[in-house]
């Protein structure tokens, strides 16, 4: 473990901050009313170097009764705790309340500090230590060490030290991979510095210079400096007690309860999954409770929606929805604890299922079965229902963000799964989108029945344009997302796609007997127009067609280049178009310049076709104009010479 927090907890006035002060030499209590009361009120800090040379960051916690909510401030990030009971009073009602909050907070490393032991004999130690080994029968410090110690003698204070040091070698290291989280225990401003906060980093590795996001609100900043252990440094990891000097932001933008946060990872809610414990002490608790929730160091006020039953009594969990009356942002499997409005006692807590959850009907046993799947599963169940209820494409640092996972936990369970073929991949760019399976499935289905129907109506255009297809089935996805999902379907032979459009594999526009009778009736009508062809209009008259229909030939004649467009509405047969091609070059090879009444007279038609043939010859690279005469293009003259 190369960081260590550590956390003191206990009753008001059994020695806590006496106990930091000799083993630091600093004296947490900083406030003048602490001073004068003989109380801590705040949370208090300080650093300690253990025997083995491993730093140590020390979160000194208020006792009394009043103070508990800075006191659960300060313990959500502790890696083992201090229980410091006076010999000469034994346990008392905060050491209760702190015992709690440390069962339900999980603290599973943790050393019992006897304080006070000049104060006693040795009989009556004796007593209350066999006081203390039985109160922690059943609690998840059980069994921990109990260490004698008098702050004022200096009595025990190696064998504290030594026994910390050796408890501390079992506690598991935070990531120092992932996102930063950075939950705000204090802040304040330095002249000529600005904006400073303080916390534990739970995750991720901090840096100067580091943009972060100020959550729940969303606001934009930046590390200016940070300080650990009171030294500046360029960079903090997980499981450090840090100094964040910010810039861009006020004072009253960071209140405690704050997260610092990598931009984007953190999600805004109202409402949180989770599996609450009622603790034995507490009165039953019915259905939409108002209560005091403690998450991180943010305590608010919320409701408890009881999912699966009507009341909890105590020592019993159930599966709930904290119903929040101002956002929060957490992670799947952070630990809370829930405080009464009134009397406020600590009655319960528990962890997060569901970090950003949707509102749930209760009493449903599908809500019931879903919660389950999220709080037990596997990995791959986990990933596998969110890509069920989001129902759409998904990135891997969304779906780490959702299921509560790590980064590499999630990336590996992702190629698994698509290997498994029960995830489909979308790379985009270099980004690689997820799908379920059966979504990617029903997706191309709803694709291939509405081409089929569209290639049935249409039966000669290419196929169905891609954006109108985006806006009527997947709105959701932006056009170069669903242009991504299009290149696989073609990929797996489900569609192939054309510059605009997208059909059927299958599919070839073909006219139906019908439509193919009356383009062959067309097509004569354009070849004996020769070069005085009649217009569509026309045309379409004398063969019957329908002008729904016609324009759909039309476009459909144009692309296969069975038509010819020389201008508006003006439409040639291409062999028509070959022969006056071909008569104009030898004219004009022989000749070298022709007018258009020239050309009128060449290809036996008027000036209103002689006209627009010579403007496309242009535009075809064949002809130029020359004031009122063509003549070859070079181009044209050296195909002529080769």
């Not at 929606?305 to 992670?331: C, G, K, M, N, S």
């Amino acid at each position: 473990m190369t960081h260590l927090i550590i956390g003191t907890a206990g009753h008001v006035d059994h020695g806590k901050t006496m106990l930091v002060k000799a083993l630091t030499g600093v004296d947490t209590d900083r406030l003048k009313e602490e001073k004068e009361r003989g109380i801590s009120i705040e949370l208090g800090f300080a650093s300690l170097t253990l025997p083995s040379g491993r730093q140590a960051g020390i979160v000194d916690v208020p006792g009394h009764e009043r103070f508990i909510k800075n006191m659960l401030a300060g313990v959500g990030g502790i890696d083992l705790v201090l229980l410091v009971i006076a010999a000469d009073e034994g346990i008392m009602p905060q050491t209760k309340e702190h015992m709690d909050i440390i069962q339900l907070l999980q603290i599973a490393r943790g050393v019992v500090v006897l304080s006070k032991v000049d104060l006693v004999d040795r009989e009556w130690l004796d007593l209350v230590r066999e006081e203390v080994v039985e109160f922690l029968k059943g609690t998840i410090l059980e069994g921990a060490p109990v260490v004698e110690v008098s702050s004022v003698t200096g009595q025990g204070l190696d064998e504290l030290l030594r026994t910390i040091d050796l408890v501390a070698q079992e506690v598991k290291e935070k990531p120092a991979t992932g996102y930063v989280r950075l939950p705000v225990d204090r802040v304040f401003s330095i002249t000529g510095f600005g904006t400073v906060a303080t916390g534990t980093l739970w995750s991720g590795i901090l840096r100067t210079g580091d943009a972060l996001e100020i959550m729940p609100r969303k606001i934009a900043a930046r590390v200016r400096t940070l300080q650990v252990h009171g030294r500046k440094v360029e960079e903090a990891r997980a499981g450090q007690r840090v100094a964040v000097n910010l810039t861009g932001v006020e004072v009253e933008e960071v209140p405690r309860g704050s997260v610092l946060a990598t931009p984007g990872s953190l999600t805004p809610s109202y409402r949180l999954d989770a599996r609450f414990v009622l603790l034995g002490t507490a009165r039953p608790l019915k259905n939409r409770s108002r209560v005091r929730l403690h998450l991180g160091t943010a305590e608010i006020m919320c409701r408890v929606i009881l999912l699966d039953r009507d009341e909890l009594t105590p020592h019993e969990t159930a599966l709930a929805q904290l119903e929040l009356e101002e956002p929060a942002v957490a992670v799947r499997g952070d630990r809370f604890v829930v405080r009464s409005y009134s009397p406020v006692r600590t009655i319960g807590g528990g962890k997060i299922i569901d970090p950003v959850a949707p509102k749930h009907r209760r009493l449903r046993r599908e809500v019931i079965e879903s919660l389950l799947t999220r709080e037990k599963g596997t990995p791959e169940e986990l990933l596998l229902q969110q890509l069920n209820s989001h129902r759409t494409i998904l990135t891997a640092e969304e779906l780490v963000r959702a299921s509560g996972l790590d980064e590499n936990t999630v990336k590996d369970t992702l190629h698994s799964l698509v290997e498994k073929k029960q995830v489909r991949s979308i790379p985009l760019e270099n980004q690689v989108y997820y799908l379920l399976q059966e979504v990617y499935l029903q997706w191309a289905e709803n694709m291939r029945l509405m081409l089929q129907e569209y290639h049935r109506d249409f039966p000669l255009r290419e196929g169905f344009p891609k954006e109108e297809m985006r806006s009527r089935l997947f709105a959701g996805l932006n056009s170069k997302q669903f242009q991504s999902l299009l290149q696989v379907m073609e990929e797996d032979g489900l569609v192939k796609l054309y510059a605009q459009e997208v059909a059927l594999t299958e599919f070839t526009p073909k006219p139906n007997p019908k439509q193919e009778q009356q383009i062959q009736q067309l097509l004569e009508i354009y070849r004996e127009g020769n070069c005085q062809p009649p217009a569509w209009g026309e045309a379409t008259r004398r063969v019957g067609l329908e002008s729904h229909t016609a324009q759909e030939i039309l476009q459909y004649l144009l692309k296969k280049c069975m038509l010819v467009r020389v201008a508006d509405d003006l439409y040639f047969h291409p062999a028509c178009v070959d022969r006056a091609r071909q008569a104009l070059v030898d004219y004009l090879r022989e000749k070298g310049e022709i007018t258009v009444g020239e050309t009128r007279d060449l290809l036996q038609t008027s000036r209103k076709y002689a006209l627009p043939l010579l403007e496309y010859f242009d535009r075809e690279k064949t002809t130029r104009r020359v004031e009122d005469k063509r003549v070859l293009t070079r181009a044209e003259k050296q195909k002529n010479r080769s």
